[in-house]
């Protein structure tokens, strides 16, 4: 992937991309491996795609890209060929088996990371645009050894993701006016690691809210964040373990549902939040989010206050205003759950006062944290 560093002069550099994506193509192997020899109810497809990082990413020449993105063989939306993901999307265009069989997909990018160490956790993204899916990701992930902390896709709004081409950039296909596939329901899983993630590129962005008192209560110095390339030598084999097992867990459970025909992916979900983040403006995603937005987002909070308060890789000087800070949003948010609780489904229910909490922040510090995580091959961010 585009392996850059911290700063632009740096280059493309060369890595071997253990976490983004090598982690998830050995879940992958080693998920189907499983399920060769022991079978669910249900057919399952493991999918790896090439080009996920958009055609900038390809080892090609400048001219060929340029070629690629005008000619018909470019499935994607227009203007956006240089990063957005190419192998899945062709395949969604002219798929091998009929897509109204598909009940489900599973994302996994990037794996291999456990969040904060000793308490695991996965982002689950995207489980608000079809009802009940994550009540059934809740059920698959019970007992498991890596936490999902379940996110609204719209915090990443700016990020793209293989199942993109089956959810939100999906063009409905019709027989008539009241039979439409609107899309497939999907989950992505995601594990942080922005501090290696794509060599670290993402702290220009991540670091100056957390450094420059842009955030309530957090103000970090900055020669405390640091970086490394994405190499095997500082992968998580643990983590991976972990998440994998958790995932077959889920896998076992859906592949053994005799009835998934509910899951019925509504495309005016993200539709209606991207709508309203665009009326109220800001760059953190702040309205339009759900009562269960709030809900989850208490539940997330909650789980990093509580994993940052036994964190023994992370500098206290970290640990302890983004654990003040995770206790007073549980509060507040606390405070609107209790205010809203009803009779109606909380997916339903629009709370203003939310946006007061800057739902999409939680995307925010959970990937920051990572870039101050102590091990080894670190490099300051600072320096580079």
């Known amino acids: 992937p585009y392996n850059q ?8 550099l060369q890595t071997d991309n ?22 669910v109810k249900r057919s399952l497809i493991f999918f790896l795609s090439d080009g ?35 192998g899945f999307t062709a395949w969604a265009k002219d798929p091998t088996v009929d897509l109204k069989s598909l009940k ?18 996965v982002a689950v993204l995207g489980t608000e645009s079809t009802p009940g899916l994550q009540e059934l990701m809740e059920e698959s992930f019970q007992g498991a050894a890596t936490k999902p902390l379940f996110v609204n896709r719209q915090y990443a709004a700016t ?39 794509h060599g670290g590129l993402n702290g220009n962005l991540l670091l100056p809210a957390m450094e420059y008192g842009m955030i309530p209560g957090i103000k970090i110095p900055g020669e405390l964040a640091t970086f490394a390339l994405d190499m095997r030598k500082n992968f998580d084999d643990a983590a991976l373990e972990k998440v994998t097992e958790s995932i077959k867990k889920v896998l076992k459970n859906v592949g053994n549902k005799p009835d998934l025909s509910y899951l019925v992916y509504n495309p005016q979900v993200a539709k209606s939040i991207k709508e309203a983040n665009a009326k109220c403006g800001g760059q953190v995603p702040k309205c339009g989010f759900s009562l269960q937005d709030a809900i989850n987002n208490k539940n997330a909070y909650d789980f990093i206050a509580r994993a940052l308060s036994t964190a023994t ?13 995770c206790t007073r949003m549980s509060q507040v948010l606390g405070q609107i759950i209790h205010a809203y609780g009803g009779s109606r489904k909380p997916s339903e229910v629009i709370p203003k006062e939310l946006e007061q909490t800057s739902p999409g922040l939680l995307a925010m510090i959970a990937m920051a944290l990572d870039f101050y995580v102590k091990e080894p091959y670190r490099q300051p961010f600072k320096s580079t």
């Open 159 to 197: 990020s793209y993701s293989d199942a993109d081409a089956l959810t939100k950039d999906f063009k409905p296909v019709c027989e008539d006016k009241e039979n439409c596939l609107n899309g497939i329901p999907a989950a992505w899983f995601a594990q942080t690691a922005f501090g290696k993630y």
């Open 18 to 39: 253990s976490y983004d994506d090598g982690g998830s193509v050995s879940a992958l192997l080693s998920l189907a491996e499983y399920f060769k020899e022991n079978p």
């Open 104 to 121: 489900l997909v599973m994302a996994m990018d990037p794996l291999g990371a456990p969040g904060i160490k000793n308490n695991d956790f």
């Open 52 to 86: 996920e990082e958009g055609i900038g990413n390809v080892a090609t020449s400048p001219e060929w890209k340029r070629s690629f993105c005008q000619s018909i063989a470019y499935k994607g939306p227009p203007m956006t060929c240089q990063n957005y993901p190419i």
């Open 313 to 325: 890789d992370i500098d206290p000087e970290v640990a302890k205003p983004v654990h003040l800070l």
């Open 5 to 12: 560093g911290p700063t632009a002069r740096q280059g493309n």
